[in-house]
């Protein structure tokens, strides 16, 4: 299959460069780069969980021996399970929508595992597993899908800014944050701090994004943009939003773009670490397309039978971010079945709690709806809310009549 | 010729769509997901199919994009209908929408005319994470330029769709989602027939004891409460306003002389709303008719709350029987 990229013709590189315009089909072939990703797509994992040496980057994951991989695997086979629950409860009325991360894992794994605690994430809302890297309790997710609350964790504290839905919109806010961290002195050396921002293939056609790169690029900010490019924006391609591979859209701005395998948790956490490397040091910021497939619908009020082929889910399963490294502990002796069991059951038991939790979770009290509206209060709310129980009340009332 | 269908406001939308495109091949279609899936509501379902690509068009992801381009393609001589995918997704289109496309038509003194539809599904009810359950409105209104039209049932969804794309004025076309495919609301339309033209207030229901007038979402609530009054020997005239800029009062205020009490009511927060317009002008106009003042029934001034306590926020048939018992009391 040819994998070849396609890149812009230089300034300087004449008519022919014009003349050698891509067919539809090359474009096609250079954005989704057929089912490999392209030529220039970091690796150090196969689908057949293979190690691929790199040069560039071996040395930022010298330190996952197999006890530190074992742990990834664990991460994202605990995530996979909970997202697969949470699923399920949508479907059983327990939640109005879930948002399914399911062949995201080793994205949002390798990338939040790379993170420290003093540097901060903005998450769009697919984000499970970054958020459970994180130290979220993934059970403080699940106000937000049982639409008992907008939000509902310590953000400062797991530096994990609150969930944005409308799409773009956070990247301009970690773009600020980060300027916050370099007007502030905190990078320069190994000890600097960074942030991470996360969005869609889709969002990247958002002003707010292409904004978003402007101010990070000007203001030198220590600032990761992660885009994981799960092919599709609901029911639009990646071809919909692009015509140039998304990775190689940051030299435009003036900051690398690298686009990583994002079904390889090994490579995410790699590369992840040498960009944030970079932003702490001052060299931000940086771009990384991670290249992985979203396994299922976009939400569970979406229906992909209408717009997607079912080969092409069939593909992508076989490069399950999850089995390769199954594959790769097993056949190098880093895991054996007992090691894989105990995570499966860890993995139920960790769902069986979140289901438990849910079933349980209680409602909010009406007035809630005119709590915080403003941090100084609000005379007019304040009347609004007095009236509104005193209506409540009434009800009550009349019933004991 | 006739041709009878009994149609819901989501099928009503998509076959005054599809005459509209039949009729006029500068119409297009453009928004996220309009094409094979036949946007999120299916309310564009088959069209791109039948008329191809350029003609419905599923855009990049970026609301400012579809607004501006929606511009252009207007000064080139199309007719593009924008659908904005829920109404909390409109404001990275706001600048469009109020720098451009609202003022063209009187910054060029009539020159370029600017004859775009944003189709904007608007309202709680449907028990979504934020910003899906939103009534902005308001803020569309207060933009000189603009015509903001809503609908609350099949007829006018059929119809209105179709006048909408004919103007050559913007008109931001609000659409009550929670009753897209309500079965109830299924009317029965001669969709071969004669347009007629709806943008204008109309009263739904007769009544003598108080007026409430509603747009949208709310027009249901306000004939659901009208229907509970009667129960209880109260008769409610309940107008459907259907064009909120710019707004068709004359019928308000000939109610509100008839009955002397008006409750309106709307899912939109309060504070410099339609619903202030609203009590402001018939105040003016009717003072002496008022045998109370104009009361309002709306969402609260808050943000929209987690869904588990919208059936708090949103009024409901019981706080418009309040507000009616409330003005009786006067
Ligand atoms: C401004 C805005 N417009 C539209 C939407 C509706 N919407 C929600 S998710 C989505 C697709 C997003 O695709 P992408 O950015 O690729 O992220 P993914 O969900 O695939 O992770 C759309 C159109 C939204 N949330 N915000």
Known sequence: MPSEQWTHPEPGDGPAAVAAQPSPEQVIAGLRATSEGGAELTQLLTPEGERVPSPQFDKYVDDIDAEALRGLYRDMVLVRRADREANAMQRQGQLGIWVPLLGQEAAQIGSGRALRANDMAFPSYREHGVAFARGVDMKDLLGIFRCTDHSGWDYQRHGFHPYTIVIGNQVLNAAGYAMGQKFEGKVGDDDGEATICYFGDGATSQGDVHEGFVWAAVYDAPLVFFCQNNQWAISEPTERQSRLPLYQRARGYGFPGIRVDGNDVLACLAVSRWALDECRHGNGPVLIEAFTYRMDAHTTTDDPTRYRLSDELEEWKLKDPIERVRAFLARGGGADQAFFDSVQEEADAFAADLREYTFNMPEPPPDRIFSNVYAEGNPVLESQREEFLSYLDGFASAGEH | ?330
């Open chain 2, 1 to 330: 010729m006739t041709d009878l269908q009994k149609l819901t406001i989501g099928k009503a939308l998509n076959l005054g769509l599809r005459r509209a495109m039949e009729e006029d091949p500068k119409v297009l279609i453009m928004g996220e997901d309009v094409g094979k899936l036949g946007g999120v509501f299916r309310i564009t379902d088959g069209l791109q199919k039948d008329f191809g690509e350029q003609r419905v068009l599923d855009t990049p992801l970026a609301e400012s994009g579809i607004i501006g381009t929606a511009v252009g393609l207007a000064v080139r001589g199309f007719r593009p209908v924008c659908e904005i995918q829920f109404e909390g997704f409109i404001f990275p289109g706001f600048d469009q929408i109020s720098s451009q496309l609202a003022k063209l038509h009187y910054r060029t003194q009539g020159k370029i005319k600017m004859p775009v539809v944003i189709r904007v599904p608007f309202g709680g009810g449907i028990g979504a994470v934020e910003h899906h359950s939103e009534s902005p409105e308001s803020l569309f209104a207060h933009i000189p330029g603009l015509k903001v039209v809503s609908i609350s049932n099949a007829v006018d969804a059929y119809w209105g769709i179709q006048e909408a794309i004919k103007s050559d004025d913007p008109i931001l076309f609000f659409e009550p989602k929670r009753l897209y495919h309500s079965g109830a609301l299924r009317a029965e339309i001669d969709v071969a027939g004669t347009p007629q033209r709806m943008f204008s207030s109309q009263v739904v229901r007769e009544g003598t004891t108080a007026t409430v007038v509603a747009y949208g979402p709310s027009v249901k609530v306000a004939l659901d409460a009208a229907a509970a009054a009667e129960d209880e020997g109260k008769s409610l005239e309940v107008i459907d306003l259907r064009t909120l800029s710019p707004l068709d009062l004359g019928p308000v205020f000939e109610s509100v002389r008839k009955t002397g009490r008006l409750i309106a009511l709307s899912e939109a927060p309060s504070e410099s709303s339609l619903t202030s317009e609203i009590a402001a002008r018939v105040q003016q106009e009717c003072f002496y008719s008022l045998e109370a003042p104009v009361l309002r029934v709306t969402g609260f001034d808050t943000p929209y709350p987690p869904a588990k306590l919208e059936e708090h926020y949103l009024p409901d048939l019981d706080r418009v029987l309040h507000a009616i018992d409330r003005s009786l009391a006067w």
